[in-house]
């Protein structure tokens, strides 16, 4: 008898709905949301990085399309949601100096502001900055780059779980 009474109230736990989408990636999605326009990312450093605005947009679309059931709006004006994004600082920096004074380790840093809007009801969802950063060694140049990109992965991942949770 225990055992059906547990059965019947995980079914009926699994069956409630709550005011909004949840799926398994833990996003929670207002149920009348259900396109999202994402325009390319502004980047207004003058970083020697190229196309961390791309890199960042492609990321954002791919969590907010693929882990959630929100599709991609092209249009801005007829999106259910909005989410436009700044990448406003990125600094280059050692950390770690050898005996005759040269970098042996440096961080990059990187700093985006980031607006999500509802655009049904017309309210703000999300208002704020984000950041990151990643080491890597200065003597090879080409891993500044894979530091700026790895940065930007945990800046979008931040910002999609700060989008998507009810918390």
Not at 124 to 132: C, D, I, M
């Given at each position: 008898m225990r055992r059906l009474q547990s059965i019947a109230f995980v079914l009926l736990m699994l069956s409630s709905t709550g005011c909004g989408f949840y799926s398994f990636t833990g996003a929670s999605?207002?149920?009348h949301l259900g396109?999202?326009?994402i325009p390319l990312v502004e980047d207004n450093t003058i970083a020697t990085v190229v196309s961390m605005d791309n890199q960042l947009t492609t990321l954002l679309i791919d969590r907010f399309v693929r882990q959630t059931r929100l599709s991609l709006e092209t249009t801005e004006s007829e999106a259910d949601a909005l989410l436009t994004v700044t990448i406003s600082r990125y600094d280059n920096m050692p950390t770690s100096v050898s005996g005759n004074e040269q970098a042996t380790r440096n961080r990059v840093s990187i700093t985006v502001s980031v607006k999500y809007q509802d655009q049904v009801q017309n309210k703000?969802?999300?208002?704020?900055?984000?950041?990151?950063?990643?080491?890597?060694d200065p003597f090879n140049p080409s891993q500044e780059e894979t530091a700026a990109f790895a940065a930007l992965e945990k800046i979008a991942e931040d910002i999609f779980t700060a989008a998507t949770s009810n918390w």
């Open positions: 999605i207002p149920e396109t999202v326009a703000e969802l999300l208002n704020r900055t984000f950041s990151a950063s990643e080491e890597y």
